[in-house]
């Protein structure tokens, strides 16, 4: 299935990220970063335009790679000196290994059952994986042109999806990895929830840590 305009273009697909996320949009880059040290090496999963890697792990000389279903993203990356593949994560190939596996944003492409891309993320992790999910969603926005591109334009090549997590259905997901789960918290502004899950079981008598 043909992805629609907005994963396309790198540059429509920005300007949506910075109208949804408003002054916060630094931000939710930022807290991930932050949680990545310098010359690791890092796997982006549905990395669109790879602004992560661009504008803040660039400076830090990790060593990146970024999947994505779109060409289009793919050839940016590339084009700027990073390094890409194209690459359909409905398949159930394994994915490249790494110090940290990131997905941002697009965990809701995997409704109704995303376990097993989370499973193969944490097979591939040798530290840890970051995920951040929105639990705020401009498709079920009550301004209905915001909900009516939500519906539209989010579709990366391989289907519409209209399936979107409430912050207490994906805390009930998140569950699951409890045993993993090193700390939970929400972003700047509240639109998006962090998990960073390691790659091991903890201890017996680990607490997770929420912050936000």
Same mark, same amino acid.
């Given at each position: 299935m043909a992805a629609t305009v907005l994963y396309k273009s790198a540059l429509?697909?920005?300007?949506?990220?910075?109208?949804?996320? &408003? /002054?916060?949009?630094? &931000? /939710?880059?930022?807290?991930?970063?932050?949680?990545?040290?310098?010359?690791?090496?890092?796997?982006?999963l549905c990395c669109g335009p790879a602004v992560l890697y661009h504008r803040y792990l660039h400076q830090k000389s990790v060593a990146y790679t970024g999947l994505d279903l779109s060409e289009t993203f793919i050839k940016h990356l590339s084009a700027r000196g990073g390094q890409g593949q194209v690459w359909d994560l409905r398949e159930s190939a394994a994915l490249p290994g790494a110090d940290y596996v990131v997905m941002q944003a697009s965990l809701y492409q995997f409704l109704p059952d995303p376990q097993p891309i989370v499973d193969r993320m944490l097979r591939a992790a040798r530290r840890k994986v970051i995920l951040a999910e929105p639990v705020r969603n401009i498709t079920s926005s009550k301004l209905a042109p915001l909900a009516f591109i939500g519906r539209r334009f989010t579709d990366p090549g391989d289907g519409q999806s209209d399936h979107r997590f409430t912050e207490e259905t994906l805390d009930l997901?998140?569950?699951?990895?409890?045993?993993?789960?090193?700390k939970a918290f929400s972003i700047p502004g509240g639109r998006e929830k962090v998990f960073v899950l390691n790659s091991r079981p903890l201890p017996d008598g680990h607490q997770l840590r929420e912050d936000g």
């Open positions: 429509l697909y920005e300007l949506l990220m910075v109208i949804l996320y &408003g /002054r916060h949009y630094s &931000g /939710r880059y930022k807290v991930i970063a932050d949680m990545i040290p310098a010359q690791s090496s890092v796997l982006d997901f998140f569950n699951r990895y409890s045993s993993q789960l090193s």
